[in-house]
């Protein structure tokens, strides 16, 4: 699975912690950082992120291969990996630009909401249509609306 | 000046930095929170800070005496030093609870709010009698409506 | 499976964000506060998690169930749910105090490792035996060293 | 006085909160990316940031002027005001590249210490010579070492 997609972090001191390394939870404010920029960088920001209720994370995952510390630049690289009904899954990978070396894989999985009701929505044809050019055969879709 | 209010906070392992203390932007984290408890043990949460709009920071400052390490426990005082026309001001003194030493003073601006228009208001006189009856002589009123 | 073990923390204004409910990063927080307790409180807190080196997270994982919200106050059971040879399985469940709905549940997993060498190490007996004591027959262990 | 120097940074979500604006701690973990930055731009990483010890922070301030919201992009200007026997000062301001409005100012003041006493020590000529010939006649100086 390849990814076509990358943004750089560079990590801030108050996202390391005592032990000298990145806490692991900052590496979900780095994904979600990398979400929206892939969002945005095929203008579809407004419909998935802008906190107006239309979608929903409900599954976060991380697994950290090596560790990342104050002042290091990060590559990462995301994708939207499945679309369901009416989930859509991104997925991650973090890897230090100076060394070369995988940091973190994660995945995030978000479901798409309509704000009025709270309730699960169909992920749009229009969207849909979008992540399918950009992502082609590597994206899985298990349902089309 | 005395404080007849604190709260305790124990330092969680991401408010730390590379450094191996509390990265200095958390004692703001710190403040706010003691600020809320200061507020809700006077029943007074509701107008001054559950984010509906009510009221406003404009100015936030801190000086760092010594260092907070992970798993530390902070005893935070904090008072209402003034009342303006529209404005309240916190004052606030991060004391470490096992050594007894003082690491962090600070002070705290904020501005009431008519949600509705996003001007200033006067403080209503319900929450400068509550206050001015916790806080006796030590509050300074330079004003009243 | 059961939970002997259980914190509370109330969520903080910057553990929220604009979307109105605490950002899903913030519960790898509250996962860390709550297992810090557990072990502060089977007084295994050096060997497992004060930044000197001793244990290294490779594995973070959440389902998020339903939002919290700014002020609420969590209930974070926590519990070690598995011993590998050198691993440690943590389980979590967020419950939502007031209204008695479950907000999240998670899983980290740590691996002991040797400060002088970074490399994994056996999770001790000792430490072995003093969670065996407290998880009873929940506990799975799949290698004893 | 004038500004030499800037970075930006677009507001990411965990950085709001329930308010829908960004929490005002964040400004300073702004102001920490701009500083390492500006200290990057003059190759003094080292000496002034990188959590080795080699100086503390005793004072913070800011003014918030005007919100920033999620996804705003944030031009923050640094730049050292002035600097003491052992001390150097930082200021900063921070606005709103869509907008150009000011969000932000904000002050802090660092302490050069000797990491192997943990004492104040004399800001060092070469660092003194390096941030003069930057900022110019702006810079105050109060003393010479």
């Known amino acids: 699975m390849s990814f076509k997609f990358s943004t750089e972090v560079r990590v801030r001191l108050p996202e390391t912690d005592a ?44 697994d950290f291969r090596s560790p990342a ?10 994708r939207v990996s499945e679309i369901g009904k009416t989930s859509v899954s991104f997925g991650f990978r973090v890897a230090h630009r100076g060394e070369a070396r995988l940091v973190a894989e994660g995945r995030t999985v978000h479901v798409m909401i309509d704000p009025a009701t709270s309730r699960p929505v169909p992920v749009p044809q229009t969207i849909r249509g979008t992540i399918r050019a950009f992502e082609g055969s590597d994206l899985k879709e298990r349902s089309q609306a």
Chains 1, 2, 3, 4 share one sequence.
Do not use: C, K
């Open 19 to 62: 032990v000298g390394i990145v806490f692991h939870g900052y590496f979900f404010t780095y994904f979600d950082v990398a979400r929206m920029d892939y969002l945005r960088n095929l203008n579809l920001v407004d419909p998935f992120g802008t906190g107006r209720g239309m979608n929903l994370i409900v599954r976060a995952e991380a």
């Open 69 to 78: 510390r104050f002042d290091d630049v990060l590559v990462v690289q995301a």
